[in-house]
């Protein structure tokens, strides 16, 4: 079984950056590929970004592109993402887990609040 723990959310102003980091315990997480996802309040959850660790290829939602990047340290099975240029819209909880999700992988996010 794999436990996922995120961290690194906060509130920061329009513009400015923050780091997410993704730590994976228990099988080996660099078996799936891995995503990042939010929740926006009164939203359903959708896909940010997405790294296959075979090749490192990376793959992004249309609305973060150009200005989140996602990239994992597998020696220390974890997954970051980086976020810069943040906007309010960008005010979620992020999660991460394998690409398709699996049910059983969901924590308990991490808060990201972007506001003046």
């Known amino acids: 079984q794999v436990q996922l723990v995120e961290s690194g959310g906060g509130l920061v102003q329009p513009g400015a950056s923050l780091r997410l980091s993704c730590a994976a315990s228990?099988?080996?997480?660099?078996?799936?590929?891995t995503g990042w996802f939010r929740q926006a309040p009164g939203k359903e959850r959708e896909f940010v970004a997405a790294?296959?660790?075979?090749?490192?290829?990376?793959r992004y939602a249309y609305s973060v592109k150009g200005r989140f990047a996602i990239f994992g340290d597998n020696a220390k099975n974890t997954v970051y993402l980086q976020m810069n240029s943040l906007k309010p819209e960008d005010t979620a909880v992020y999660y991460c887990?394998?690409?398709?999700?699996?049910?059983?992988?969901w924590g308990q996010g991490t808060q990201v609040t972007v506001s003046s």
């Open positions: 887990n394998a690409v398709p999700p699996v049910y059983d992988f």
């Open positions: 790294i296959r660790w075979a090749d490192g290829n990376t």
């Open positions: 228990g099988r080996t997480f660099s078996r799936y590929s």
